[in-house]
């Protein structure tokens, strides 16, 4: 059977999950990417081809002028949509493109929930190259988040506390991205949490989730996650309902929203498997087979009613973060250990002797820590004794 995967940049879910996954599945897999060098230097036992996959027509005409697709599969935030469409076109399962679209379309998303009665949370959008003068005839609440409409990893999502500030803020914005549409809209006050769910379109699994501890504001860098087996129920239900409302069930995905006095609202929905080694954490911590259930979905199988998961661990994400630019002189390498009881994992994301500029984002982690255990408190000591005994040098 032929599997396509869609893909940009390599990541820790394709080479350590999907790919092998799909090995284990006995499925041929080809590769389309814009970046096909970089794929062949790390899985160059993979069929790389390349292609202009943010386009689905470059897609298709790729897909049906080589072998006959089984699957046409994606775990990347900005190729949901293309490999949907893809999908469609062959007649193979795939989670519906309009979905697809109203998660990764941040504007999308909030009009849809208003429309449909899900959820109203106050929004604006500004248009790529849009005066932002034109916000300050609008009646914002403030604080408000500025984040761009299609963006990912808390990439130029920042807090503004009045309209001197907004203004700013969509200004250096659209400097660094003039081609970026923007969403202005009401911040959302909470405990921030995570809702990872798995479905075939006809069961949906809820995996659990995780508390996620950000960094100080205005930025928003995810620092720090711990596993939530299972979250309250009237929230579950909650979320299930906004995604109900947004099409979305079919596949793996990835929410985060926020919890305030009961009330659950949606922050942004990533329809993919959680990613920055989180999947890979939750598929060791369930002892599940999660990425073979992922493709499985799309190669139309149903998943089983029961996914045989484990109910007893515990685990937690760190992600230790650049606070300077500079050239990384030092820093710890890969390590796998037990300490106590405790399963660490942790992986270097910088090459020492690189340059790096200060993002305030997801792309300021320097490596990612991931331990599990069955109990937190030995998890939380242990994961802070590692660390401590860590050093991260760098050159300005």
């Not at 659950?264 to 993919?272: F, H, P």
């Amino acid at each position: 059977m032929r599997l396509y995967l869609l893909a940009l940049n390599p990541t820790d879910s394709v080479t350590e999950g999907f790919l092998p996954a799909a090995a284990r599945l006995g499925l041929n897999v080809t590769v389309l990417t814009d970046q096909p060098q970089a794929h062949r230097r790390t899985c160059p036992d993979i069929e790389i081809l390349e292609c202009d996959v943010r386009d689905f027509r470059a897609v298709i005409t790729r897909i049906s002028t080589h072998h006959t697709p089984d699957a046409v599969f994606t775990n990347s935030d900005h190729l949901q949509t293309q490999a949907a469409l893809a999908a469609d076109y062959f007649g193979l399962p795939a989670k519906p493109w309009q979905a697809a679209l109203r998660a990764k379309d941040k504007a999308h998303m909030r009009r849809h929930l208003a429309a449909t009665g899900a959820d109203t949370v106050w929004s604006t959008e500004l248009a790529a190259g849009q005066d932002p003068a034109v916000l300050t005839g609008l009646d914002v609440p403030f604080p408000c988040v500025v984040k761009p409409r299609e963006g990912v990893a808390s990439e130029d999502v920042v807090l503004a506390d009045g309209p001197e500030d907004l203004l700013l803020r969509c200004k250096e914005i659209q400097e660094r991205r003039p081609e970026a549409a923007l969403v202005v809209e009401e911040y959302l006050a909470g405990e921030l949490y995570t809702l990872e769910t798995l479905g075939d379109g006809r069961v949906r699994h809820v995996l659990g989730g995780f508390h996620t501890e950000l960094s100080p504001p205005p930025y928003f860098i995810e620092e720090r996650l711990t596993f939530v087996p299972a979250h309250p129920e009237p929230v579950v239900e909650q979320i299930l309902a906004q995604l109900d409302a947004l099409g979305v069930g079919f596949g793996a995905c990835h929410t985060e929203f926020v919890v305030h006095a009961g009330r659950a609202r949606i922050i942004e929905v990533n329809y993919r498997a959680i990613g920055d080694q989180c999947d890979l954490l939750l598929a060791q911590l369930m002892d599940i087979p999660l990425f073979e259930h992922i493709l499985r979905t799309h190669l139309g199988e149903p998943l089983p009613a029961d996914l045989g998961a484990r109910n007893d661990g515990t685990a937690r994400l760190e992600c230790p973060c650049a606070d300077r630019a500079g050239t990384l002189t030092s820093a710890p390498a890969a390590a796998d250990l037990v300490v106590d009881g405790v399963n660490l994992t942790y992986r270097p994301l910088r090459e020492v002797g690189e340059w790096h500029d200060l993002y305030h984002t997801n792309r300021d982690y320097l490596g990612v820590l991931r331990a599990t255990g069955t109990d937190q408190e030995t998890i939380d000591r242990v994961v802070a004794d590692f660390l401590a005994a860590q050093r991260w040098e760098f050159t300005p």
